[in-house]
């Protein structure tokens, strides 16, 4: 959820969009048991909506630059995240009654408000980077904490980027990816051998530095001009070695990013289908042991962006999205594309109000009554009602910047 450079990578911008809808659909979702009974639509949909906060974690590697100073980065931080977070969490303490309660009117909400005690909350959530004591309704802001101990990591992230340290970024890579990934596995099944986990950095910080990595290998790829050198090189290559023939054919087209497209396809696939399996092992294997489909509801631990092949399945949605050939699609869909993609964190930051408020009202029952209980049923309310929430919360953004402009356009006109 980094703030927009002035000159806006539309597949990027894609991602962010994709990315904020999942995370909607995570606030929305109905719960994998209905009753006894599993549900495998839910299943299914906490499978698909896995890689949503990996890939906004993901997308903060993309910024990443040699040209940029550790000052730079903090204050953007600050500005960009911290400082809107603040205010929406200090609208949100005035507001809250009247999340829960629609009866009572906006202004008997804020009257019946404490400023004082909400300012002091949420100094306290900061230092102790606790986001249930940052603000009511804004523990879904635990994203912000995560996004910052990757600022604390740019201390020594920044540095090997401008030294162009490739080797030690992918070291400390794959010593993250190592270490969680055996943690993953002990959660499942007691390791076979004693082997010490040795620390590693957090998965934030191990996001950032894979997208680092992985967008500077998209940008070759996207390149015309790097994909004719990279052919030139190997049909070189080959010829060197033998003649040319089957071979040259094929390294004409093994650097087309639509083949790369398709490969990540393929992995976004097995890996979301056995997923799905994995998941659903857990919850068949819970109400065997005794656990009780109340408690399960819960536990969706290895489709969350805390599982190692949650991780595989966000590289391969990211790649599919970033190789998109976004320069042939039209003006109008170039720019709604912008529009959005440019606003995704401010609704990421106040859906979670009309998630709330309309469960409280009685929306979100209806709208999922409307489609029902079916599988079908239950994959559609979670798009639509996601698609609805994302564009209310866009729209109130959208006439916001433009009353903002207004008013300064009619004080410098003054």
């Not at 040209?67 to 200090?90: D, E, N, T």
């Not at 799905?276 to 065997?288: D, E």
Request: proline content about 3%; aromatic content about 14%; some cysteine.
């Amino acid at each position: 959820m980094t703030n927009i450079s002035k000159k806006q990578d539309l597949s990027v911008e894609l991602l962010r969009i994709i990315a904020c809808l999942m995370v909607i659909m995570i606030h929305v979702r109905p719960f994998p048991f209905s009753g006894d009974n599993l549900r495998d639509a839910v299943i299914l949909i906490y499978v698909l909506n896995g890689p949503a906060v990996a890939s906004f974690l993901l997308i903060s590697g993309f910024f990443i630059s040699k040209k940029q100073s550790l000052i730079h980065v903090w204050l953007r931080f600050l500005k960009g995240i911290i400082l809107p977070a603040a205010v929406f969490v200090f609208v949100l303490g005035m507001i809250r009654t009247w999340i829960d309660h629609p009866e009572i009117s906006i202004l008997t909400s804020i009257s019946l408000a404490n400023p004082l005690k909400a300012l002091t909350d949420m100094a306290q959530g900061f230092l102790a980077f606790d986001t249930v004591r940052f603000g009511i309704y804004a523990d879904h802001l635990w994203y912000i904490f995560s996004h910052a101990e990757i600022m604390l990591w740019m201390t020594v992230i920044l540095p090997l980027v401008r030294h162009d340290e490739q080797n030690m970024l992918k070291l400390l890579l794959a010593f993250a990816a190592i270490h969680f990934t055996l943690q993953n596995l002990s959660a499942l099944v007691i390791l076979p051998f004693s082997l010490y986990t040795f620390p590693a950095i957090g998965k934030p910080s191990m996001y950032a530095i894979a997208g680092y990595l992985f967008y500077s290998w998209v940008k070759r790829i996207r390149e015309p001009d790097n994909r004719s050198a990279i052919q030139t090189s190997n049909h070189s290559d080959i010829n060197s070695v033998s003649s040319m023939g089957t071979d040259a054919g094929l390294n004409i087209h093994v650097h087309n990013p639509a083949v790369y497209t398709f490969i990540f396809f393929l992995v976004f696939l097995t890996s979301s289908v056995f997923l799905f399996m994995l998941q659903k092992h857990i919850y068949v294997a819970g109400l065997m042991s005794g656990r009780s489909p109340s408690d399960l509801n819960t536990d969706y631990y290895f489709t969350s962006w805390n599982g190692m092949i949650c991780a595989l399945q966000t590289i391969s949605l990211s790649g599919m999205v970033l190789l998109l050939p976004t320069q042939k699609w039209n003006s109008m869909i170039r720019t709604a594309i912008k529009s959005f993609g440019g606003c995704t964190f401010h609704i990421y930051l106040i859906h979670y109000i009309f998630t709330n408020h309309f469960r409280a009202i009685g929306l979100e029952g209806i709208v999922r009554n409307l489609f029902g209980e079916s599988s079908q049923g239950l994959i559609l309310y979670t798009l639509m009602y996601s698609i609805f929430v994302f564009m209310f919360s866009a729209s109130l953004i959208f006439i916001y910047r433009k009353l903002w402009k207004t008013i300064l356009c009619l004080f410098q006109k003054k």
